[in-house]
C-alpha cells in the first residue's frame, strides 16, 4: 500500500504540467520565476509538500509521519517533515526524525538535512508550559 501512495505522489504535478503522454499543452507559459497553479485541484503548498515528502521517503527510506511547517521565500518553499526511523514495541518509543527540505520554485529537490531526533512519546520540555 505505500508503494502505491509513492506512485500516486510521483504523478502530482508541481505546476500546470501532466504526465499524461501525448497530451497537448494548451496553457501560456508562466513568467520565469513565478510557480505555476497546480492542475491537480490542490493547493500549490499542498503540491509542493507532497512532492517534498515523496522525495524525503525515496532518498531515506524512511516512512514519512507528517508535515509539520512549510514556507515559501523567493528562493522557494521549506518543507518541515517528521519520519519514523526506528520503528519500536510500543509505538510510543518509536524514534523520530525532523527534516527540513527544500524545494525550489521549479519544483525540484535543492536539499534536505536532519534537524532533530527525538522518542515519539516525549514532548519537548517547552511544550504544555
Same mark, same amino acid.
Given at each position: 500500500?505505500?508503494a ?7 504523478n ?10 501525448g497530451?497537448?499543452?494548451?496553457e501560456?507559459p508562466?513568467p520565469e520565476?513565478e ?10 503548498a *499542498?503540491?509542493?509538500? %507532497? ?10 527510506g524512511? +516512512?514519512? $509521519?507528517? !508535515? *509539520?511547517?512549510?514556507? %515559501?521565500?523567493?528562493?522557494g ?7 519514523v +526511523?526506528? $520503528?519500536k !514495541?510500543?509505538?510510543?518509543t ?8 527544500d524545494i525550489d520554485?521549479?519544483?525540484e ?21
Amino acid at each position: 500500500m505505500r508503494a502505491q501512495a509513492r506512485t500516486d505522489q510521483a504523478n502530482l504535478p508541481i505546476g500546470n504540467g501532466s504526465r499524461r503522454t501525448g497530451e497537448r499543452r494548451t496553457e501560456k507559459p508562466q513568467p520565469e520565476g513565478e510557480p505555476e497553479v497546480p492542475a491537480s485541484g490542490l493547493s500549490l503548498a *499542498t503540491t509542493v509538500a %507532497r512532492c517534498a515528502e515523496l522525495e524525503l521517503s525515496v532518498l531515506t527510506g524512511y +516512512e514519512v $509521519e507528517s !508535515v *509539520t511547517g512549510i514556507q %515559501r521565500d523567493e528562493h522557494g518553499w521549506h518543507v518541515t517533515i517528521d519520519v519514523v +526511523e526506528l $520503528e519500536k !514495541v510500543p509505538r510510543t518509543t518509536d524514534v523520530m526524525g525532523t527534516y527540513l527540505v527544500d524545494i525550489d520554485n521549479q519544483g525540484e529537490l535543492s536539499g534536505y538535512w536532519r534537524v532533530r531526533r527525538f522518542v515519539r512519546g516525549r514532548a519537548d520540555p517547552e511544550v504544555g508550559r
